[in-house]
């Protein structure tokens, strides 16, 4: 990914450690035979299929409110 990928992605999540375990999660559940949701090939790696789907807007994130 080029510089200004990273600096997109950022834009999109906020912050560089919410986008590395947003993408770390996603890469996990494709290893585990989640659907990729860009059609990457299936050759693809896991975390390169999770950064372009965060950078299509395919996967968001959902904070949980401590009780």
Do not use: F, W
Not at 14 to 34: H, P, W
């Amino acid at each position: 990914m080029q510089d200004h990928d990273i600096q997109n992605l950022l834009a999109k999540v906020g912050s560089l450690y919410k986008l590395v375990n947003l993408t770390s999660i996603r890469a996990i559940e494709l290893s585990e035979g989640a659907p990729n949701l860009v059609g990457e090939k299936p050759a693809a790696k896991t975390i390169n299929t999770a950064l372009k789907e965060i950078a299509a807007g395919k996967i968001c994130y959902k904070v949980q409110e401590k009780k």
